[in-house]
């Protein structure tokens, strides 16, 4: 019986010699059968990807300006930024008015002189002490935004000669 263990003992020390050398394995570089997109992984959950055209094409792209998305813009300026930034852009909204660290003026020239991109970025990303609005605000939206915000400063830095002909008599009626 003693030499009937030593026997399987010794069979299965002999199938111990490769040292891991020959084993099935997935070459360099090579594309791997395990998910769709031939990587050994799946990518973490809301990763961007590097040359995700879709995504970069909305957020590069600006709609067209239009009179619907102006309300829109103005519409998501009253619910998103005006609690910090009043209804006029001057940084005087509610939360300034509880105690809470003034915002940046949109009429301020920095800000006037910043290109349509510079505002979605900080709408997209925050800055300062205003968080990322990427989550609650679609690109879209955070266009129309940008496009009310360069209404609001127009509309404080602008002469009655720059409206358009077409708008100039309502804009007398109002005075």
Same mark, same amino acid.
């Given at each position: 019986?003693?030499?009937?263990?030593?026997?399987?003992?010794?069979?299965?020390? !002999?199938?111990?010699?490769?040292?891991?050398?020959?084993?099935?394995? %997935?070459?360099?570089?090579?594309?791997?059968?395990?998910?769709?997109?031939?990587?050994?992984?799946?990518?973490?959950?809301?990763?961007? !990807?590097?040359? /995700?055209?879709?995504?970069?094409?909305?957020?590069?792209?600006?709609?067209?300006?239009?009179?619907?998305?102006?309300? +829109?813009?103005?519409?998501?300026?009253?619910?998103?930024?005006?609690?910090?930034?009043?209804?006029?852009?001057?940084?005087?909204?509610?939360?300034?008015?509880?105690?809470?660290?003034?915002?940046?003026? %949109?009429?301020?020239? $920095?800000?006037?002189?910043? /290109?349509?991109?510079?505002?979605?970025?900080?709408?997209?990303?925050?800055?300062?002490?205003? %968080?990322?609005?990427?989550?609650?605000?679609?690109?879209? /939206?955070?266009?129309?935004?940008?496009?009310?915000?360069?209404?609001?400063?127009?509309? +404080?830095? !602008?002469?009655?000669?720059?409206?358009?002909? /077409? $708008? +100039?008599?309502?804009?007398?009626?109002?005075?």
């Amino acid at each position: 019986m003693r030499s009937i263990v030593l026997a399987i003992l010794g069979l299965c020390l !002999a199938g111990c010699d490769q040292n891991m050398e020959v084993q099935p394995s %997935y070459r360099e570089y090579a594309p791997a059968p395990l998910f769709r997109a031939g990587t050994l992984r799946n990518p973490p959950a809301n990763v961007v !990807a590097r040359d /995700d055209l879709e995504r970069d094409k909305e957020v590069r792209d600006k709609p067209a300006l239009t009179d619907g998305v102006l309300k +829109r813009g103005q519409q998501r300026f009253g619910i998103f930024c005006s609690p910090c930034h009043g209804t006029a852009g001057d940084g005087d909204g509610i939360i300034v008015r509880r105690g809470m660290p003034h915002p940046t003026s %949109y009429h301020d020239e $920095r800000l006037r002189a910043a /290109d349509d991109q510079y505002l979605f970025d900080v709408i997209t990303n925050g800055h300062g002490a205003m %968080y990322s609005y990427a989550a609650r605000v679609p690109p879209r /939206d955070r266009w129309a935004i940008v496009a009310y915000i360069r209404v609001l400063q127009l509309a +404080r830095h !602008a002469s009655v000669d720059e409206v358009p002909p /077409d $708008r +100039r008599d309502g804009l007398q009626a109002a005075q």
